[in-house]
């Protein structure tokens, strides 16, 4: 047995799963018991989460089409799905019989998920950025998938209070629940958005039906408002210019932010996508980011770093500023705040 994959699927339905999706739950404690799944799984890309991976091109091929009565089981696929626990032998026959469609997937995909629900901590993070620095924002994203979290400021928002925040007019509505005492202090403007790039190694052109399909078939099948979110996310996107690029955000920062007149607030920002980083690139990130800020104004919103929490770094007016703004639930329906 592989253990390593074995304790990596253990560990994602004990700490991803458990309250979440009991269908990869479940799932994901079968597979670690089971020698042919696991070498499955081992056809993921170096640096990617095989669970996710491997889940992920299931729901893809099912979503696409392909025919077998695993699909009874998915709840984005059936209004009254099968029992969970007799679904794990239709999912193995299901590896088995697609497996040389399963391959190439685990080979080539990445996982991607650019959850549009975190814009909602980033909304009142860009508030307090912009009320530091009284000028537009240029956004730089590392590891921006599609695109999505670029456009936090086409959204509009809530939070248990009944009072709509943001682009009140969006088609794209996202709630939040506010943990703990503090709160941040909202107000009722838009801060304004002098420029927005997206950096990824593998950007997603949402143009593309078999792009927007992968990125749904990453969304857990119980998850039904995310994929609801996700879709009318996606024709936001369409609708608006933002600029992506390929390429290793890390190695680029020094040159975008130089294409950054002073005028404008340099604002780099990532969610979820610092793990994926080997703890060399991340301390890179964090020296390029001090470089930048010895020379400039410069703000950098960030988790998984040092901690599964978010962090908010600047340098202003010649100080160095380091605070934790809070702990986010995974898909951004709560978060804690301490600025």
Known sequence: MNNTQSIKFRNFANTECKGSSSLYEFLSLQIADDDELLELATHARSGQPSSNLLFGAVHYLLLKGNDHSLRYFYPSMTKHPRKVDESFLPFKEFCNQYSNEIIPLLQEKLVQTNEVRRCSYLFPAFQYIYNITKKPLALIEIGTSAGLQLLWDQYSYSYGTGVAYGNRESTLHITAEIKGDNAPNLQDYIPPVASRIGI????????????????????????????????????????????????????????????????????????????????????RLLEKVKQIGSEREIFHLYNNIQDRDLHLDYSFDGKEYKHVVGQTEGHGKWFTWGL
């Not at 039904?224 to 933002?242: C, D, T």
């Not at 404008?264 to 994926?276: D, K």
């Open 200 to 283: 990824d190694l593998h950007p997603i052109d949402l143009k593309d039906d078999d792009n927007v399909l992968w990125l749904k078939a990453l969304i857990w099948p119980e998850h039904h408002e995310r994929r609801e979110l996700f879709e009318k996310a996606a024709k936001i996107v369409k609708a608006n210019e933002i600029r992506l690029i390929k390429g290793n955000g890390v190695e680029m920062l020094d040159e975008l932010s130089k294409e950054v007149s002073s005028e404008y607030a340099i604002c780099v920002f990532h969610t979820h996508v610092a793990n994926q980083m080997p703890a060399g690139v991340r301390n």
